[in-house]
């Protein structure tokens, strides 16, 4: 059974940072991508930062310049260091491992960003 557990999420104020850790339990395998995803109150979920097997990165338009997603293979763990935060920042964040078969995701961690 594998389990994605975040934590790191927490309440800062504007231009702050947090770091978000995503690790994983289990026997996981056939990983192609990971990455994290936000959901705001009333509105879609959508693709905050992604790094592929092979080590590259793609980032939300509105999170380049002050968010970093790393990963720790030997750990299972995947990480995101946001910087200069905003209040439009603030949202649930999902953890996400891409696969071959169904995706495994995180529970959410909050994130809230005051002005």
């Known amino acids: 059974q594998v389990q994605l557990v975040e934590s790191g999420g927490g309440l800062v104020q504007s231009g702050g940072s947090l770091r978000l850790s995503c690790a994983a339990s289990?026997?996981?395998?056939?990983?192609?991508?990971m990455a994290w995803y936000r959901q705001a109150p009333g509105k879609q979920r959508e693709l905050v930062a992604a790094?592929?097997?092979?080590?590259?990165?793609n980032y939300a338009d509105s999170v380049k310049g002050r968010f970093t997603i790393s990963r720790d293979n030997a750990n299972n763990t995947v990480y995101l260091q946001m910087n200069s935060l905003k209040p439009e920042d603030t949202a649930v964040y999902y953890c996400?491992?891409?696969?071959?078969?169904?995706?495994?995701w995180g529970q959410g961690t909050q994130v809230t960003v005051s002005s």
């Open positions: 289990g026997n996981i395998f056939n990983i192609l991508s």
């Open positions: 996400n491992w891409r696969r071959s078969g169904p995706d495994y």
């Open positions: 790094i592929t097997k092979g080590g590259a990165t």
